[in-house]
């Protein structure tokens, strides 16, 4: 599995700006990938889901773009709010079933 | 509609013991997997349950073990307890094992 330090990236955005967190995925067979968004003491909480056959999927205030040939997502957060401050993982799927493998995680602070 | 919900929240044992986590997974779903998510990392896959049986296994040491009941409520079950296994245990389920996967808050784990 992933191996990742005690000392995540952080992006750190003014309130009303918007945001862009990138992430590399390990495996060009992954055909599934998931964005998620994880508040202290909580679990993940899904956000948004791409397939492996778009480049491209919209959410609210959310999107997520999908670079097959860098294997390379990303995921923009549109008027980034206060309650959007969170550790935001992006995980791929390397096969059929549950085994999602999981980014090292960027910590996002929106500024006042 | 209930989420996954997991019990207990908060854990402490002693190095050597066995520890039973559980989880109920939301309405709907048959699908349950289970992570492991050290401090300040990912979550890692442990392994998934569908129709009562382990149909994925991550790099995880067969002290972990699990189970599927009917009802597909699961259990996780770790023995011979290390310090390194304290952490954030992550129940997800989902409507089948390829779509998005729904966490509940997790048990924290403290091995001492």
């Known amino acids: 599995g992933e191996s990742v330090g005690l000392h995540l990236p952080t992006l750190s955005v003014q309130e009303g700006d918007n945001s862009i967190i990138n992430c590399a995925y390990s495996?060009?067979?992954?055909?599934?990938f998931i964005w998620y968004k994880q508040e202290s003491g909580k679990g993940p909480q899904f956000i948004i889901d791409i397939r492996s056959n778009m480049d491209k999927r919209q959410g609210q205030r959310v999107t997520v773009l999908l670079n097959k040939t860098v294997k390379h997502l990303s995921l923009q957060i549109a008027a980034t709010q206060p309650g959007d401050s969170a550790v935001y993982f992006c995980a791929e799927n390397l096969d059929y079933g549950q085994n999602f493998v999981f980014g090292p995680g960027t910590r996002l602070s929106v500024l006042p | 509609d209930a989420g996954v919900t997991q019990s207990p929240t908060h854990l402490i044992k002693t190095r050597g013991q066995q520890v039973t986590l559980r989880c109920s997974p939301k309405?709907?779903?048959?699908?349950v997997s289970w992570y492991q998510q050290a401090l300040g990392q990912g979550p890692q896959f442990i392994f998934q349950?569908?129709?009562?049986?382990?149909?994925q296994r991550g790099n995880f040491p067969d002290r972990f073990s699990g189970h599927q009941f009917p009802n597909y409520s699961s259990e996780l079950n770790v023995n011979a307890l290390w310090l390194g296994d304290s952490a954030l245990y992550l129940c997800a389920s989902s409507p089948n094992p390829n779509t998005e996967a729904f966490f509940g808050q997790g048990t924290r784990l403290t091995v001492v």
């Open positions: 309405s709907g779903h048959d699908t």
């Open positions: 349950y569908y129709e009562e049986e382990e149909r």
């Open positions: 495996n060009s067979a992954s055909d599934y």
